[in-house]
């Protein structure tokens, strides 16, 4: 089930200038290692092994990982309905509560399945978001599951794949988020708001509303969750850019984004002529199946 909400949020809006930003941007990577927090939101004991994993292939490639008793009690203060699908406002107080650059929730398993195409078998898998505590975006989702014939061996190869794979897709998910706030902190300016349309203005509509795929592997893991968007329509009705503000891995992010790319759209007016705007798009799923 995908429902679909539509806010407007006015495109030429003040930006604050981030002088932290601007100053960061001219400092070595070095000189700062950056802070890291696992957080195991279910307390699952498979969780906690691979958190503990994670955080000592980290601290042995510069990164200070903190106390993990300190991010959890932070963390579960907040009382989060779905910690798995968090709003980049959410996130951001989240981060900044705990004092780090990044924070990694991690969610793992170990299921039996069957299906018609083979016998009973063990699926273990982790799913690691990597979020930015300055921006509240998911900088990278990262997810494995192996199927094997018995639990251990199933757990086996999902504790090498920590060891050997994950760690490294974690790294470079910070290196990138690092590298990309530097390179853009200098080019960072206020926008003037003398032009905004404000609520006289109509706002943008899609001539044709098109629902985003609920994907295969959230159906799997039975994913109940909301994503956010922001999308700018220019005076053209082209979407210009788009931005998840609520996200919940899975492939459904990816999944919204497309379909919002894919749509036709009338460009917003103001005073009669059209105008660039921004517009918040809310996308709700739920897997129908679990409901019959």
């Known amino acids: 089930m995908i429902s679909f909400v539509l806010q407007f949020v006015p495109l030429l809006r003040c930006v604050r200038l981030v002088m932290l930003a601007l100053f960061l941007a001219f400092i070595p990577a070095a000189a700062y290692p950056q802070t890291v927090a696992l957080l195991n939101p279910e307390k699952a004991a498979h969780s ?26 932070v963390f579960f203060s907040k009382d989060f309905k779905n910690p798995f699908n968090l709003t980049t406002s959410e996130a951001r107080n989240l981060g900044n509560g705990i004092g780090c650059n990044f924070f990694v929730l991690v969610r793992s398993g170990l299921q039996r399945r069957s299906s018609f195409e083979r016998k009973e078998y063990y699926e273990s898998f982790v799913a690691l978001y990597v979020v930015n505590s300055q921006t509240g975006r998911l900088r990278s989702w990262i997810f494995k599951k192996f199927e094997k014939e018995t639990p251990q061996l199933s757990k086996t190869f999902l504790d090498k794949y920590i060891e050997e794979t994950a760690v490294k897709l974690v790294l470079e998910s910070i290196r990138r988020s690092v590298e990309g706030v530097r390179n853009t902190a200098a080019t960072r300016a206020v926008v003037s ?100």
């Open 48 to 73: 906690e092994t691979i958190s503990k994993t994670l955080g000592t292939s980290l601290e042995k490639n510069n990164i200070r990982v903190l106390d993990f008793s300190l991010g959890a009690a």
């Open 193 to 292: 708001d003398e032009n905004d349309p404000g609520k006289t203005g109509k706002p943008p509509l899609p001539y044709r509303r098109l629902k985003p795929k609920y994907t295969d592997l959230a159906a799997l893991y039975d994913i109940e969750a909301t994503v956010d968007i922001e999308v700018e329509i220019n005076e053209k009705g082209e979407v210009s850019k788009t931005d998840i503000v609520r996200w919940a891995g899975y492939g459904l992010d990816e999944s919204v984004i497309k379909t919002v790319k894919e749509m036709q759209w009338r460009p917003g007016e103001t005073n009669g002529k059209a105008f660039p705007m921004r517009i918040l798009l809310r996308y709700n799923f739920k897997n129908i199946e679990t409901e019959e």
